[in-house]
């Protein structure tokens, strides 16, 4: 069973371009996290929300809790081709085991320039 | 900056051979994961260790996988036998918290073929 839903799998666009990722679920969490990860590395954490309609920025990328805790998205402004990678979102479930995530399987940009 | 290592980062094999990755996770993490990477299945969690106790191994075909943790600084996965579908990238990751949702911190992974 796929719990959370990421869209759209691929994503290319030239630099300078803004773009919106989604992370969808059916199921409530109790927090999310994004993670990038670039080829030949291990995904490498980015944020984590925790408060329903929570909205965190981080430099050009600008991250959103959904208020209902089942959806969340990233925005990136201006993109370079530095923001290259594959985009993961993981939430951890109310009641799961203590420490466990819930994986997407990820939106995967290319920035050309 | 602290970081998960894995050995190896390659590994190509023949079907039937036995494969143990390893992995070290950052000193003072008390949790530790142990993924499988492909791409049409994406991050799939195989077992994950608290304390170096064994929390949830679920997501991991007990037949030909096993995982361990002999001591707190090693995490070792052995597939025997191993076959071609095992094909795919395994990485560990490491936590300093056991509650739930606490950031992981990933490895570079082992990227595993078998032929």
């Known amino acids: 069973t796929q719990l959370l839903e990421q869209s759209p799998q691929f994503l290319s666009i030239q630099e300078g371009e803004n773009l919106t990722v989604y992370c969808n679920s059916s199921?409530?969490?109790?927090?999310l996290q994004w993670y990038r990860q670039e080829p030949g590395e291990g995904p490498v954490l980015l944020v984590t929300?925790?408060?329903?309609?929570e909205v965190k920025k981080l430099k050009r990328l600008t991250f959103q809790f959904g208020d209902a805790r089942k959806d969340s998205s990233l925005h990136i402004t201006a993109a370079q081709p530095g923001d290259t990678g594959l985009y993961l979102c993981?939430?951890?479930?109310?009641?799961?085991?203590?420490?466990?995530?819930?994986f997407g399987k990820g939106t995967k940009l290319s920035v050309k320039p | 900056d602290a970081r998960v290592t894995q050995t190896p980062r390659h590994k190509v094999t023949e079907m039937g051979q036995e494969v143990t990755m390893r992995c070290q996770p950052i000193?003072?993490?008390?949790?530790v994961f142990w993924y499988r990477q492909t791409m049409m299945q994406g991050l799939e969690l195989l077992a994950y260790?608290?304390?170096?106790?064994?929390?949830?191994d679920s997501g991991m075909p007990k037949d030909r996988f096993s995982a361990e943790m002999p001591d707190a600084t090693l995490a070792t996965l052995k597939i025997q036998p191993s076959e071609p579908r095992d094909s795919a990238v395994y990485f560990c990751?490491?936590?300093?918290?056991?509650?739930?949702?606490?950031?992981?911190?990933f490895g570079d992974g082992t990227r595993l073929s078998i032929l």
């Open positions: 990751a490491s936590g300093p918290l056991s509650y739930g949702g606490q950031p992981q911190h």
């Open positions: 199921s409530v969490f109790s927090s």
């Open positions: 929300v925790v408060t329903g309609g």
């Open positions: 993981a939430g951890a479930k109310y009641g799961g085991s203590q420490g466990n995530l819930i």
């Open positions: 000193l003072g993490h008390n949790t």
């Open positions: 260790f608290r304390n170096r106790a064994p929390l949830d």
